[in-house]
């Protein structure tokens, strides 16, 4: 109760009498909190355990590549990470006075700079705290720009099929109706059919959201062209800028068409971003757009946050996660221009590699012009689904020490390959190895040498404890099921749970908390 009149009298209010007086009947006298996870770790050295039981149960960066196509996941280098955890950086209230947040403004102000022109466009809001979030405030932006053009009926947002879910989905939020364009057999988007429903649409055509390089991992060779047609039909372009690691440095989508796009900085600059941990988003506009950028109620000073046409907040922080904003920060300066370019150089090169070398093995589903694909590469199993399916394979790479490239995204029945600049050559092979020898399984089951059911692709992954049982009913070895390879041998990451039913669990939602019986009374 002490407590409570504290907290009331540091707001300068007085709790209500009804609330003092009642204050008992107020009390919980429940049980909670009783799941042991709350109760049994009670000292330091019992936590600390808990926790690093947990972290050794997953497999990471700090074990192999994490090849997710689309996420961008590369190094984060210790040095970017240091200055997070800075009191200076790390203790500062988001909507503390601005007059004790100078050096945070300079590097908003900086960072800002360097993201125009790493992008070619005239300002950056930093205020989105995601991808999707930049998507709703750019779309909010090119809403505000066609409103204040007398544009109120501009509400219809043309999609290409290969997008990403969060791009309609972000559409939607924006208060635009959506309509889907195709794709042709190269994956690129079919330009005759978007330019008839650009025409089609013309008087309400509000925007396209376009990704580039595409979600097909290939530069969409007429991007300027498609941006031509949707702002011939007066439409403005969203670029979905989070395959920008294959673009920074060598070209700025400032130059050729898009008029709004936002950054991943938690896939192209360095911020890490496994298992959900806060992102940034910032969008990045031509001059036209500035005045709709996202602003916040607590900034007043005109220009430092948002323009004055703008529709107010998309997130609850003025400069969304600012604490993580050191780490881009370093990343670019650290890099410098030439240090950048030389990144997603090889970054490309590095797709092209793996491509080239999986190709005989594995289709590569899309490439662009010169036999080409972008930073990441989409390979072709559905061929092979008679005998085992992506998912197979994806839980193979397990007993290989290997996440599993992203999956059936954007293509069932596939799988999205993006090494990125941080994996060296030795790292790249191991992993084109583990992928041939896996094809190898394949194809001993299609010619009878491995049974069409109880084979090492499917009863993939196989955990210490199956290995290590009483019974092993398999036709092939425990070696070979747990050891596929030298360097498993020398560094063995042991899967903790084998197969599930991944769709099963989806729809059958059953209580991990204690077992069942546990509530039988
Ligand atoms: C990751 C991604 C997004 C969404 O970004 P979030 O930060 O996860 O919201 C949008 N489009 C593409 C192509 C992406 O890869």
Known sequence: MAELKQLADLFGCELAEAIDADYGALSRESEFLTHPVFNTHHSETAMMRYIRMLEQRDLSLVHSMIALGSCT?????????????MGGFGNIHPFAPQ???????????????WLSEITGFAATSLQPNAGSQGEYAGLLAIRGYHRAN???????????SSAHGTNPASAVMAGMRVVVTACDDEGNIDVAELREKAVEHAENLAALMVTYPSTHGVFEQSIVEICDIIHQNGGQVYMDGANMNAQVGLCRPGDFGPDVCHLNLHKTFCIPHGGGGPGMGPICVQSHLAPFLPSHPLIDITGECGGNGSVG??????????SILPIPYAYISMMGADGLTQATE?????????????????????????????????????HLKEIASNEDVAKRLMDFGFHAPTMSFPVPGTLMIEPTESENLAEIDRFCRAMIQIREEFTAIENGSADAKNNMLMNAPHTAEEVAGAEWN???????????AD???????????????????????VCSCLPIDAYED
């Not at 996941?73 to 955890?85: D, F, H």
């Not at 398999?474 to 596929?484: I, L, N, T």
């Open 73 to 85: 996941m590369k190094l984060n280098a210790a040095t970017e990470m240091m200055p997070v955890t």
């Open 313 to 322: 907040p998309v997130s609850a922080a003025p400069w969304g996660s600012p």
């Open 474 to 484: 398999h036709p092939y070895s425990r070696d070979e099921a747990a050891f596929p």
């Open 487 to 509: 360097w498993v041998r020398e560094n063995k990451f042991w899967p903790y749970v084998a197969r599930i039913d991944n769709a099963y669990g989806d729809r059958n939602l």
């Open 346 to 382: 090889i970054a490309i090169l590095n797709a092209n590699y793996i491509a080239k070398r999986l190709e005989p093995h594995f289709p590569v589903l899309y490439k662009g012009g010169h036999d080409r694909v972008a930073h990441e590469c989409i390979i072709d199993l559905r």
């Open 99 to 113: 007059a004790q947040t100078a050096g945070y403004r300079t590097l908003f102000e900086r960072l800002e700079v």
């Open 150 to 160: 007398g544009d109120d009926q501009r509400n219809v947002c043309l999609i290409p």
